[in-house]
């Protein structure tokens, strides 16, 4: 992975992570909309202009790919390096919960 693409997408945007989320299964726009509600029982909507841009970037990045175009409907799904980036983001996620823990512990103590 090249220092470009860590420094644009690490740490992540929230829409930028749940679109890669989303994307481990193949997916249209509308989809991933959908999907993000229900995955945060409706506190993040990603409007239609946010989400058409991530995806244009993050396909001319090659985080993604498009596979296929259904009805006027592009399905997208995350590329090896989306995978990579997808990941960091895991990881820095788990860093951050388990320092939070360790210091909500301490002070409980």
């Known amino acids: 992975?090249?220092?470009h693409i860590k420094k644009v997408y690490v740490p992540m945007t929230e829409t930028g992570f749940y679109i890669l989320l989303c994307l481990q299964e193949e997916a249209h726009g509308y989809r991933i909309v959908q999907r993000v509600e229900e995955l945060t029982a409706g506190e993040v909507r990603l409007s239609?202009?946010?989400l058409y841009g991530s995806l244009s970037k993050m396909e001319k990045d090659g985080l993604i790919e498009l596979v296929r175009e259904?009805?006027?409907r592009k399905v997208y799904r995350?590329?090896?390096l989306g995978g990579?980036?997808?990941?960091l983001e895991e990881k820095r996620i788990e860093r951050l919960y388990r320092n939070m823990r360790e210091v909500?512990?301490?002070?409980?103590r």
């Open 70 to 72: 259904e009805e006027k």
């Open 104 to 108: 909500q512990e301490n002070e409980a």
């Open 1 to 3: 992975m090249d220092a």
């Open 84 to 87: 990579q980036v997808l990941a």
């Open 78 to 80: 995350l590329s090896a």
């Open 48 to 50: 239609p202009g946010t």
